[in-house]
């Protein structure tokens, strides 16, 4: 039987791979657990440039699988409520290592997204997405609401309105509708998907990292922040990052005129 999640490092670059396709990569409970246990697994790793969240198969994710849940329904209503709950808050801990986690994260998408794969989707820093793409947040089908903070980052991504639309409406979006309200960073043809997302993981495994680590934390945090707070941390951040010798090697690299060659992190 193939594990539901699968994790490659190539040097710098991590890939955690949604796999079961068969299912349209719906979460049953070992993929939840093995969902977790990789994201905490690479957030950990800190020789690592940048992430990419993929799928095997036609689709991403379409949500939970429903036949796993089926399996509860013979349980009274207040044991499912307890049961759900603890399980949905185990499955967090993935989210919460996306968003905190240092290093970019790039969500490679394709087919269905919908449910808790728009989520994990949105829990990613950027998203290029196939034109075959489709997005849907789904939970209202099987009485539902968001988890995996599908109602924490609907709003900040495309604004209260469209995302009230996309949460109570129920309908589906496609790939251009996604570019076009900031769901997703870049659409391009599934034949052009897997060298535009390479070109991409490249030029942030290229990058300064604690630069790119410190842009990362700073638009996270950023929406908890007053405007003070934040310019504090952007010259913490800006002094930190000019005592690095990446810095000096960008001017260097300015000044005579040449690509910039980053070197490894430093602390």
């Given at each position: 039987?193939?594990?539901?999640?699968?994790?490659?490092?190539?040097?710098?670059?991590?890939?955690?791979?949604?796999?079961?396709p068969?299912?349209?990569?719906?979460?049953?409970?070992?993929?939840?657990?093995?969902?977790?246990?990789?994201?905490?697994?690479?957030?950990a790793?800190?020789?690592?440039?940048?992430?990419?969240?993929?799928?095997?198969?036609?689709?991403?994710?379409?949500?939970?699988?429903?036949?796993t849940?089926?399996?509860?329904?013979?349980k009274?209503?207040?044991?499912?409520?307890?049961?759900?709950?603890?399980?949905?808050?185990?499955?967090?801990?993935a989210?919460?290592?996306?968003?905190?986690?240092?290093?970019p994260?790039?969500?490679?998408?394709?087919g269905?997204?919908?449910?808790?794969?728009?989520?994990?989707?949105?829990?990613?820093?950027?998203?290029?997405?196939?034109?075959?793409?489709?997005?849907?947040?789904?939970?209202?089908?099987?009485?539902?609401?968001?988890?995996?903070?599908?109602?924490?980052?609907?709003?900040?991504?495309?604004?209260?309105?469209?995302?009230?639309?996309?949460?109570?409406?129920?309908?589906?979006?496609?790939?251009?509708?996604?570019?076009?309200i900031?769901?997703?960073?870049?659409?391009?043809?599934?034949?052009?998907?897997?060298?535009?997302?390479?070109?991409?993981?490249?030029?942030?495994?290229?990058?300064?990292?604690l630069?790119?680590?410190?842009?990362?934390?700073?638009?996270?945090?950023?929406?908890?922040?007053?405007?003070?707070?934040?310019?504090?941390?952007e010259?913490?951040?800006?002094?930190?990052?000019?005592?690095?010798?990446?810095?000096?090697?960008?001017?260097?690299?300015?000044?005579?005129?040449r690509?910039?060659?980053?070197?490894?992190?430093?602390?």
């Amino acid at each position: 039987m193939s594990a539901p999640i699968l994790v490659d490092r190539a040097g710098t670059v991590a890939t955690i791979t949604l796999n079961r396709p068969d299912a349209l990569n719906t979460l049953d409970f070992a993929m939840m657990d093995a969902l977790v246990a990789a994201t905490a697994d690479v957030a950990a790793d800190d020789a690592l440039h940048v992430v990419v969240i993929e799928a095997a198969g036609k689709h991403f994710m379409a949500g939970g699988d429903l036949r796993t849940f089926a399996g509860e329904l013979h349980k009274p209503g207040p044991q499912r409520d307890a049961d759900f709950r603890a399980l949905i808050g185990r499955l967090h801990a993935a989210i919460e290592h996306l968003h905190r986690m240092p290093h970019p994260v790039i969500a490679r998408v394709q087919g269905a997204v919908a449910g808790f794969g728009l989520s994990l989707m949105n829990a990613c820093d950027l998203v290029v997405a196939s034109d075959s793409a489709y997005f849907a947040s789904a939970y209202r089908n099987i009485a539902l609401t968001p988890d995996g903070g599908g109602s924490w980052s609907l709003p900040r991504l495309v604004g209260t309105r469209r995302a009230m639309e996309i949460l109570l409406l129920g309908e589906r979006i496609d790939a251009a509708q996604a570019l076009a309200i900031g769901l997703v960073n870049r659409v391009v043809p599934a034949t052009s998907l897997d060298a535009e997302v390479k070109a991409i993981v490249r030029s942030l495994a290229d990058a300064p990292v604690l630069a790119m680590r410190n842009a990362k934390r700073l638009v996270r945090e950023s929406m908890s922040r007053s405007l003070s707070a934040q310019l504090d941390a952007e010259a913490v951040s800006f002094g930190a990052c000019a005592g690095t010798p990446d810095f000096v090697e960008g001017i260097t690299a300015f000044l005579e005129k040449r690509p910039a060659r980053f070197g490894p992190r430093e602390t």
